[in-house]
């Protein structure tokens, strides 16, 4: 079977395309969108329901999250039982490459001081983005221990493709290829492939094309591999990162080390830096439902329509021959009279309304909104 799962959680910064419940102060995986609800009453906001994911495959003690200086407290706000040390802050931004580098030197110090590297067990990282909406979590875990079987037997980076449900130009895709065959597959996993190319955001028609194909899967940032593959592959294509990584899995504290090498990496994704030019990648044809939450119709597609409206959480909605609207206001009363497919989201200093057919350009809005103070003085 597969090896010793650690989960690492990115948990980044600012997100324009939810403003303006989300922007430079207030992450995406903050918002409390939907989900199931806690023992508060109150919904799980994104990175909560990741980390329930994450605990899902592995023991808390295994569970890491990559964040920013700026949003640390917030995740330890979000997730108090996340231990001290697994909280890895990042000094400057340097795109998932340089927080995956930073989880790989984590979790091999941490197998150096146990010994467990000794017992022939790999260890195998499971990248998690702490933004996403997957459902349901029990075919998440058949495709990560999946996933980590892949890794552990076939020696390749493994990635995370769900089949499309539309032809979307905001995500990128996979180029699947021939089946990958492993010895003692689970009763009940998903297929394995490996991986022809990754392919970038498409133009409509080229993404009409994927879909009707359907040897085309949306690439969902869900990643996984042995630590030992990581580092390789990173010796060969970021070597800044790989030796990163090497340094802080000797290193009696972080902070030096951590300080020493992140100016000098390249800001590069994971995907860019490391999975395009890959010897080797199985791609796991993910049968769970899956949504990066690009977008605020992305938000609507996940809520239930009340008054021929869809409505965010604790939104008191008054309609008078109004439809086909969303409307975003905790806390708030909305009156709408005689509009129609209008997206109307307030925060506690900004409102937006737009017609939710152009909810892409919202990132524009956000732009704009940061040049100047929320008051329209200055």
Known sequence: MGGRIFPVILAGGASTRLWPASGREKPKWDLRLFGSADSTGKANNLLESAWERAQAVAAPADCYVVTGVAQARLVQASLPELPRENLLVEP??????????????AIMKKIRQSGAGAAGQPAV????????????ISR???????????????????????????????????HRGPEAVLKQPLADGPQLYRVLQFREK??????????????????????????EVLVREMERQLPEHAA????????????????????????????????????????????????????WSAVAGHLDRRMDNVL????????????????????????????EGLA???SENEILVCRLERDQDVRKASEEASKKPANGKG
Not at 275 to 281: F, R, S, T
Request: proline residues 5%; aromatic residues 12%.
């Open 92 to 105: 400057e931004p340097r795109d998932t490459a340089g927080a995956v580098a930073f989880a790989a030197g």
């Open 125 to 136: 990282m499971l990248v998690l983005p702490g933004d996403h909406v997957i459902r349901p």
């Open 140 to 174: 998440f875990i058949t495709c990560a221990f999946t996933g980590a079987q892949a890794a552990a037997e076939l020696g390749t980076l493994v990635t995370f493709g769900v089949v499309p449900r539309s032809p979307s130009t905001a995500l990128g895709y996979i």
């Open 202 to 227: 498409p133009d409509k028609a080229v993404a009409a094309q994927y879909v009707s194909g359907g040897e085309y899967y949306w690439n969902s940032g869900i990643f996984m591999w042995t630590l």
């Open 244 to 295: 990163m990584a090497r340094a802080l899995s000797e290193a009696e504290a972080f902070g030096g080390v951590v300080q020493q090498h992140y100016p000098g990496l390249k800001k590069t994704s994971i995907d860019f830096g490391i999975m395009e030019h890959a010897q080797a990648v199985t791609m796991v044809a993910a049968d769970f439902l899956w949504d990066d939450i690009g977008s």
């Open 312 to 339: 965010g959480p604790d939104t008191n909605l008054i309609t008078v021959d109004a439809k086909g609207n969303f409307v975003f206001a905790p806390g708030k009363r909305v009156a709408l009279i005689g509009v």
């Open 344 to 346: 109307v989201f307030e």
